[in-house]
DNA sequence: GTGAAAGCGCTAACAA
DNA sequence: TTGTTAGCGCTTTCAC
C-alpha cells in the first residue's frame, strides 16, 4: 500500500515537545496528497467540499498543529509585526500596545515586543533582532524620529515601517500617526489661560528622549505668544524615577515659589504630572486651589485619581490599531503591486480632546 | 494570466525586505563550505581560526543576517519563549515584563507576549497561537492555576512552563514564582490591626478571576482570627474600570459609613487601593485621616502618589526574571538528560516587604 | 578542520 | 480538482 519511499514512520514517538503531527501525517491519514492537505488550510475554495472534511478529520484526529516555521519559511513571510516602544511601565504605551494586539490578532498577524527603554543603543541591538526574525515590518516609537540612526537603517534595508507617537517631521519621508502635538498643547495651555493663568511653566522629560515633549513645548510657546505672554524655558526632569528627588523638589518649589512664580504647570505627559503634583502636595501646596496643573497624554489612570488629572488627551489605543492598520495595507499594497502611488497615507492625525479633570482651576 | 518572471525582477532588486545574503553566499564569498560558515556562528570553537575570520569578513562585507527560520525550523526549537499576561495596562504585569524582557535577552532568548485579558476563551486562543509559533516554552499567568484549561492542556502536550503570580496550589503540580500570597497578605493586614484598627474590611477584583486575591482574602482572615476579629465578606468590585461607576462609590460609602463601618480597607491589588482612595475622597473622606487604606502589589506609581499608597510589595520585576531564568533551567536540564530529579525546583517563594507609605493611620 | 548531503515542515509552480 | 516536485536557510551527522 504504501507506494510512497517514505521514511517517515516516525511518528511513533513525539518529535517536537508540543505535538508530533505534521500535514505529512495528515496528509496519509486522508489519503491526499501534500499539496491538496496543504491547501485545505491556506486556499481552502481549491479543494473539493469532501476531500476538505476528509483532511480535517485526520488532523483533528492527529492533533495536528500547523508548523508556522515552515510556512514562513517557504512563503518569504513571516506575517509577524515587530513592535517597539521605549517602555510598558507608562501606561501609554501599554494602552498603545493593547490597541496593536487587537489590531493584529483581528488581521491574523503576530507579534513580536521589544523595549528601547529610550536609549538609542538599545534601539538598535532591538531592531537587529527583530530583523533576525525576518519581521515583516515594523511599528515603532523612536526618541527622535528626524535624527534616529534606526529609522535610517530600516529606510536602507527597505522593511516597512510605521510610527506610532512619533509626529512625521520632514515631508513625506516616513509613516506615521500621531495627533498633532504641537496643536493639541497650544490648545491645552489655552485652556489654561482661559482660566486666567498668565505665569505658565512647562516640566518636561528630556527632549533628547521625546521628539513629543519638544513639539509640545513649540506648542506652549505658540499659545503663550498668541496671548501676548511671554514663554518660560522648560523645566526638564531626567526620566521619571520610581520615586521623588529632594532635587526635583527643590526645581518645582522654585518654580512655583520665585517672586512671580508660575500659577500653572503645563506637564508634557502624565506621569510627570502626577510626581509633580504629588511634588507640589507635599511642598505644601494645594491643587489646583494653588497651583494648577495640566497633563499630556489621557492615560487612563488620570481619571481613577483624585482629583481627576486635567490633560490633553490622545487616542492611545487607536495610535496603536491604526499604525498596524497603516502598517498591513503597505505590506498587502507592495505585495499587489509596486505602484508608488498605492498603499495608505503617510500621515495619519488623530484628533486630540481635552479632559477637564480637576486639576486646572483659577490663579491662587 | 501574467506570466511569472515578474518574480525574478523582484527579487533581483531584494529578495528580503530586510537584506539579500544568506550563508551560502557567505561560504561562497569565504570559499568555504556552508557547513563551515554555518559552525563559525554557531560553533565557532569547531573551525580554525584564519578559516573563521575570513567568514566573518564575508559576512560583515555581504550584510549577512542570519535567518533564524531557517535556524529554528531545522534545530527544532525555537528559542522562543511565549509570554502570556493578563493585561499590561496594569503596571504590575508591565514590570514583570520588563524582567522577563532583561533575563531574556542575557540567555540570548527571543520572546512572544500576548494578553489574556482575565478571560478563559482568550487564554485559549492566545496559547494556541503560542503554540503555533513552537515557543519552546511559555511563562504565564493565569486566572485559577488549580482550576485552568489551558493548564491541563499544556501539560497533556507536555509543554514547559512555569507560572509566575499564580502560586501553585496542589504539592508538585507546576512549576511557579510568586510571593506566599497568603502569608504577605496576613502580613499586610497584622500592619492595620498594628495601627489599632478593628474593623478591616478587604475590596477585591472577581475572585473568579484571581486565585491570588482568594488567596490574600484567606491572609486576611488569617490575621483578623489570630487577633480575635471577625473576617468581614469580601467586597468585590468588577475589575477595575477606568472610571468609577456610581454603584462602586455607593458600595464603598456603605462599607465605611454602615453603623460601626469599617475603619480601614485591604484592597487585593494596588490599582484598586488607587481606584477606591479616589472614590473615598469624593465621598468627602480622607485618607488616612478618616479611613485607612492599605494596597497590595508594590507598583513604583503607588510611591509617586501623594500620600504614598501603603502596601505589600511583591518583587515584580524579579518575578518575572526568576520565572524566565526557572524555565530555561527547565529547558536545559531537559535537553542535557531526562533525569526526572534535574532541573530547577518547581516551587519559587520570593519575600515580599511592607511599604509603609502614607495612606495607612491610626482608626478615626 | 572541513565538506557533502540530508532534511526540518511547509507552500507554490507546474503537470496531469 | 489533485499530485509531483522543488526548494525556503539553516544545522548536523557522517566522511574525508
Redesign the interface.
Known amino acids: 500500500m504504501p507506494r510512497k519511499p517514505a521514511a517517515l514512520a516516525t511518528s511513533s514517538a ?6 508530533g503531527a505534521t500535514l505529512m501525517n495528515v496528509a496519509q491519514a486522508a489519503s491526499v496528497s501534500l499539496a491538496t492537505a496543504s491547501r485545505v488550510f491556506s486556499n481552502p475554495e481549491l479543494v473539493r467540499q469532501d476531500t476538505a472534511e476528509r483532511v480535517l478529520r485526520a488532523a483533528g484526529e492527529l492533533g495536528f ?6 510556512a ?2 517557504r512563503a ?1 513571510r ?1 506575517r509577524i509585526v515587530g513592535v517597539m516602544l521605549p ?3 507608562n ?1 501609554v504605551f ?2 498603545c ?2 490597541g496593536i ?1 487587537e489590531a493584529a490578532l483581528a488581521q491574523g498577524y ?6 528601547s527603554r529610550y536609549d538609542p543603543a538599545r534601539e538598535r541591538e532591538r531592531i ?2 527583530l ?4 519581521v ?2 515594523m511599528v515603532l516609537t523612536v526618541a527622535d524620529a528626524a535624527r534616529s540612526a534606526v529609522l535610517d537603517q530600516l529606510d536602507a ?4 515601517y510605521v510610527l506610532a507617537y512619533n509626529q512625521g517631521t520632514r515631508r513625506g519621508k516616513h509613516y506615521w500617526v500621531s495627533v498633532d502635538n504641537r496643536v493639541s498643547a497650544r490648545a491645552g495651555v489655552e485652556t489654561l489661560i482661559a482660566a486666567g493663568h498668565r505665569r505658565i511653566a512647562v516640566v518636561s522629560g528630556a527632549f533628547a528622549a521625546s521628539d513629543r515633549a519638544k513639539q509640545r513645548y513649540a506648542g506652549y510657546q505658540d499659545a503663550m505668544r498668541a496671548h501676548g505672554l511671554e514663554p518660560l524655558p522648560p523645566l526638564s526632569l531626567p526620566a ?1 524615577t ?3 528627588t529632594p532635587e526635583e523638589a527643590e526645581h518645582i518649589r522654585r518654580l512655583v515659589t520665585a517672586p512671580r512664580g508660575s500659577t500653572a504647570l503645563f506637564c508634557t505627559n502624565d ?1 510627570l504630572a ?2 509633580v ?3 507640589l ?2 511642598l505644601g501646596l494645594s491643587v489646583p486651589g494653588d497651583i494648577s496643573v495640566l497633563g499630556y497624554d489621557g492615560i ?2 488620570g ?4 482629583p ?1 488629572l486635567s490633560t490633553v488627551v490622545q487616542p492611545n489605543n487607536e495610535i496603536g490599531a491604526r499604525a498596524l492598520a497603516c502598517l498591513l495595507a503597505r505590506l498587502n499594497a507592495a505585495g499587489a503591486d ?1 505602484a508608488p502611488d498605492r498603499g495608505p497615507p503617510r500621515a495619519t492625525l488623530l484628533p486630540h480632546a481635552i479632559r477637564a479633570g480637576a486639576t486646572v482651576g483659577p490663579p491662587a
Chains 1, 2 share one sequence.
Open positions: 513525539s518529535p517536537t515537545p508540543s505535538n498543529r500547523p508548523n508556522l516555521l515552515g514562513k519559511l518569504q513571516t517602555t510598558l511601565e501606561a501599554a494602552e500596545w493593547r494586539e503576530s507579534l513580536m515586543l521589544v523595549t537587529e533582532y530583523l533576525r526574525h525576518r515583516d515590518g534595508e527597505r522593511v516597512p521619571h520610581p520615586t521623588h506621569m502626577i510626581g503634583i504629588s511634588i502636595k507635599r487612563e489612570l481619571q481613577l485619581l483624585e481627576p509596486a
